[in-house]
């Protein structure tokens, strides 16, 4: 974690960004997500997403910008962004693509709007409107229009009415300019995709996917929509896509085989059990359909039934840090964190760079109630959170071991300093967590502990310092 004596004059956006971003979302995929609402938290399903991102990413310029791929708890297939540091994605999207050139065709499309910079453009558009009203309607028309691919998430309910009254001329102005930002970002994801010899075969597949939605939907005026009309997008799309050298181009393998995976876990999580159990049935002896399967029997019946499933899972492909991941998991979720422990270990040191599984491991360690294993948790915690800065969990954790250490300790600095830590940890927790009064309490006592100008004072003090930027 970058300590914010190296940075400080940078750590109030970088902190804000988090508090916007970070305290949504506090643990990985759970059997009881599929009716939670905010965002989903997976390493297996994270890695492979920026697997996917990477290449774009550097073609693009942007390989030494912060961009964070978050996925969304929703089953419609849309994507957006938000500014020049978070992209996210709908779990329905990555769940309908049937390859993962799909899904790097609608990264290529949203990182066309980071670098274009039209969300900043958006919102001087919008600004020179100087209408609230005008905002709202823009919204309604975003609701019954129905988003995907854009540079601001739609509701995706058709047909729900919008009065424009005197200022329809001016809106008809902001959306067609909407629809030239649409058009430059599918040409950007072309340029991309081109750069990184990737076929744009996936992203033609996905906007025609879009337009079949659209079917049906009666009386919509092309110039009153925020993207342009599915068939005139994927004619003009289709004409470049189809002249690059890369069309004919398909995923490799491995990578197939990676995303039918993460599809498998995002079914076997967000479905009902006896849903998964139709979609793949026992005669699909794949190993994705044996993933959503194990995770299926394990929310329907619990771990005995689930644990035969999941040493299968292992013994197929005894190199792969997520099933061993999910065996401590669900260990750990039926109260057995001892037994967690072993696969949970194994899974890190297979997956040395997964923080999340870093986190579940010290969780799983600090369960046994066992002193000897309070430094290897906080070991792990520490390591996780150097990859993972605003990881409320991590913190939760953090802090928690800690506090073991201060109720073990017997000199009475020691005790002091432990605390100050726990104290510290639990600040970092509530501050990710949105919590700013709770963060700043916690703040100021571990503040105390700590020698004046050292990093962790430094970190306290900051936190004490931080106010929530005023918006005009």
């Known amino acids: 974690m970058p300590l ?17 971003v970070g305290g949504l979302a ?38 030494a910008q912060a961009i964070r791929i978050h996925l969304v708890n929703d089953r419609s297939f849309n994507a957006f962004v938000v500014d020049g540091h978070n992209m996210f994605m709908h779990a329905g999207g990555l769940m309908s693509a049937k390859t993962p050139n799909q899904v790097i065709g609608v990264i290529a499309h949203e990182t066309g709007h980071i670098t274009g910079g039209h969300l900043a453009r958006l919102r001087t558009q919008v600004s020179r409107a100087k209408s609230a009203a005008l905002m709202l309607q823009l919204i309604g028309l975003a609701a019954m229009v129905g988003g995907g691919l854009a540079g601001a998430p739609g509701l995706g309910q058709a047909g729900m009415g919008v009065a424009f009254g005197g200022q329809d001329a001016a809106l ?21 995709l081109n750069a990184t010899k990737q076929s744009g075969r996936g992203m033609i597949e996905t906007f025609e996917f879009m337009g079949s939605k659209l079917i049906g939907v009666q009386g919509i005026n092309p110039y009153l929509q925020t993207h342009p009309l599915p068939q005139q997008r994927i004619v003009h799309l289709r004409g470049l896509v189809e002249s690059s050298p890369y069309y004919d181009k398909v995923d490799r393998a491995e990578l197939q085989f990676r995303h039918d995976l993460m599809k498998a876990k995002l079914f076997g999580f967000l479905d009902e059990p006896q849903t998964v159990f139709s979609r793949y049935p026992e005669t699909d002896g794949s190993l994705p359909a044996l993933y959503a399967r194990a995770i299926a029997t394990y929310r329907k019946s619990g771990m005995n039934a689930a ?19 999910l065996k401590g998991q669900f ?33 799983a360690l600090l369960g046994t109630n066992d002193r000897k294993l309070v430094d290897e948790a906080i070991t792990n915690l520490r390591t996780a959170l150097a990859r993972e800065d605003s990881s409320a969990m991590g913190y939760r954790q953090l802090a928690a071991a800690y ?38 309490h916690q703040a100021k006592r571990a503040k105390a502990g700590f020698i004046d100008g050292t990093p962790n004072w430094i970190k306290a003090d900051d936190i004490l310092a931080f106010e929530v930027p005023r918006t005009n």
């Open 4 to 20: 914010l004596a190296q940075v400080r004059t940078r750590s109030a956006p970088r902190r804000l960004r988090a508090i916007f």
């Open 26 to 63: 506090a643990a990985q995929i759970v059997s009881t997500s599929a009716d939670a609402a905010g965002l989903i938290r997976d390493a297996e399903t994270e890695t492979l997403i920026r697997l996917y991102a990477k290449p774009i990413f550097d073609v693009a310029g942007l390989g």
């Open 172 to 192: 008809r102005s902001l959306l067609a300019y909407r629809q030239d930002e649409e058009s430059s970002a599918d040409q950007a994801a072309v340029t991309f």
């Open 307 to 325: 644990a035969p499933l999941l040493d299968a899972l292992i013994a197929a492909k005894p190199d792969w840090p997520y099933f061993y991941e």
């Open 331 to 363: 260990l750990l979720e039926s109260g057995n964190p001892a037994a967690a422990v072993p696969p949970l270990r194994e899974a890190v040191r297979l997956g040395p760079n997964e923080p999340l599984i870093r986190v579940m491991l010290g969780q």
């Open 403 to 440: 506090a073991r250490k201060a109720e073990a300790a017997q000199a009475v600095g020691a005790k002091k300093l432990f605390m100050a830590q726990a104290e510290l940890a639990s600040a970092e927790a509530y501050f990710y967590e949105g919590q700013l009064k709770l963060a700043k």
